[in-house]
């Protein structure tokens, strides 16, 4: 199985942009999650979907961020206008069952200048 | 609420001693425990989990972990550290009776082995 694969691995962009992150979750796998990685605030869940439906996105900062789950195989996480702040890795991550492990992939290093 | 606490930032160990990696936790109900190891500019990979069952949970690369009920712990050993075991790590847990598939993760621990 090829993981979980996530694009793109680095992205640097100016502020006022908008981003796109994108997820490819390990098949047949029926949760997906985003989380944030920052050095001060560690890692944050952002929002998570089971069989493609958004669950618990209480963890979105604002009304800059939105995520879509169209199929069981793609996912997105787009941010519009990016902000400095932002900066961060943002991971995403699969799961199957209530007592499954998730799966992370290698992560989406964002640079908001 | 659901929340882990590592108290260590960081942990040193020499190569070939045992190491603990100190983790707790706080649920409603019975936790879903888990270990994760990170290496620089990489994801998380997974380790070990406890679900129910023995307290002793054997996972990758070596480690275990005791799942310790009373003391609300969830420590990571390994009897023999390897340099190449130098790495952040994080425990989390999931709240098993709200059914929220998603981890709690704690801040990290970061652990390096001195050869």
């Known amino acids: 199985d090829a993981g979980v694969i996530q694009s793109p691995r680095h992205e640097v962009t100016e502020m006022g942009q908008e981003v796109t992150l994108r997820c490819k979750p390990i098949s047949g796998h029926n949760s997906l999650f985003w989380y944030r990685q920052t050095m001060m605030r560690g890692l944050e869940l952002l929002i998570y979907?089971?069989?493609?439906?958004?669950?618990?996105d209480s963890g979105m900062p604002e009304d800059r961020f939105s995520a879509k789950m169209p199929n069981a195989s793609f996912s997105t996480l787009k941010i519009q206008p990016s902000e400095p702040r932002d900066s961060a890795v943002y991971f995403c991550?699969?799961?199957?069952?209530?007592?499954?492990?998730?799966?992370f992939g290698e992560g989406s290093r964002l640079t908001v200048l | 609420a659901q929340s882990v606490a590592q108290p260590e930032d960081q942990v040193n160990v020499a190569e070939g001693n045992p190491l603990t990696v100190k983790c707790t936790y706080s649920v409603s109900g019975n936790p879903y425990l888990f270990w994760y190891v990170q290496y620089p500019n990489r994801g998380l990979q997974f380790l070990l989990k406890y679900i129910t069952g023995d307290n002793l949970v054997k996972g990758s690369y070596g480690f275990e972990a005791e799942f310790n009920k009373s003391q609300t712990s969830f420590h990571l050993k390994k009897p023999s550290a390897l340099v190449s075991d130098s790495a952040l790590y994080f425990c989390?847990?999931?709240?098993?009776?709200?059914?929220?598939?998603?981890?709690?993760f704690g801040s990290g621990t970061r652990l390096q082995v001195q050869p």
């Open positions: 991550a699969s799961s199957m069952g209530v007592t499954g492990e998730l799966f």
């Open positions: 989390a847990v999931r709240d098993t009776p709200t059914g929220r598939r998603a981890l709690t």
């Open positions: 979907f089971n069989n493609n439906v958004p669950i618990d």
